[in-house]
């Protein structure tokens, strides 16, 4: 089984609507996550982290379900610029800051 | 506050040339990453470094490929007698050194080899 597993879509939605993917992770020691977005041939940029208790910035919303080692990204009110690619990042627990990256979902919002 | 910088941003060089790629992390972030992303497909650890140090280098081809992040300067990514598999985009990231996890990542150097 793969450290990490995301759907790599794509998910074509249209504007305005709510989008939602899942990230499960392998590893039940992991310590901390995140959401990082790319757009074709950029570098990837920290969306958000994922709190326990959950994190929610304007129309982003994470989650976090530790007992089914998965989190998740709500995308509210879709935006032709949200179309790019969302990376599932995870960490391990003390030591190091050794990162795994999911290989991505790809979201194409359409007019 | 400079974000973390890489150069060159496009690099070409003929099988069996080297080749270098460089990284500035952040003010003041001390742990720096190297990742390999091919085309259409997602990014690959490669070598975690701190000043002076390897830290992981499990994600990194046994042969031809180093890296170093020395006291001064920035860090480097080394590939001996490249071949056309190498070509890639190669990013490198940067965190903080009080352990915060989030890594920051440069624009990235394209490499192509011909």
């Known amino acids: 089984r793969k450290e990490v597993e995301q759907d790599p879509g794509p998910f074509n939605v249209p504007e305005g609507a709510t989008v939602a993917f899942n990230c499960t992770y392998s590893?039940?020691?992991?310590?901390?996550f995140f959401w990082y977005r790319q757009d074709c041939r950029k570098e990837p940029k920290l969306l958000m982290s994922v709190y326990s208790s959950g994190n929610e910035d304007g129309r982003f919303t994470a989650q976090l379900n530790r007992a089914s080692q998965y989190i998740s990204l709500l995308i509210r009110d879709s935006k032709l610029s949200d179309s790019a690619t969302y990376l599932c990042v995870v960490t391990p627990s003390g030591g190091y800051q050794k990162v795994t990256f999911g290989t991505g979902t790809k979201l194409q919002v359409i007019p | 506050n400079a974000g973390v910088m890489q150069n060159p941003r496009h690099l070409v060089r003929r099988r069996g040339q080297e080749a270098r790629l460089r990284c500035s992390p952040m003010?003041?972030?001390?742990?720096v990453y190297w990742y390999r992303q091919l085309p259409e497909e997602g990014l690959k650890f490669m070598v975690y470094?701190?000043?002076?140090?390897?830290?992981?280098e499990s994600g990194m081809p046994k042969e031809r490929f180093s890296a170093e992040f020395p006291k001064e300067g920035p860090s480097i990514l080394r590939i001996q007698q490249v071949v056309r598999g190498d070509s890639a985009a190669y990013f490198c990231?940067?965190?903080?050194?009080?352990?915060?996890?989030?890594?920051?990542f440069g624009p990235g150097t394209r490499l192509t080899v011909t």
């Open positions: 590893n039940s020691a992991s310590q901390s």
């Open positions: 470094l701190q000043k002076e140090n390897i830290i992981d």
């Open positions: 003010k003041g972030h001390s742990h």
């Open positions: 990231a940067s965190s903080l050194v009080d352990g915060s996890y989030e890594q920051y």
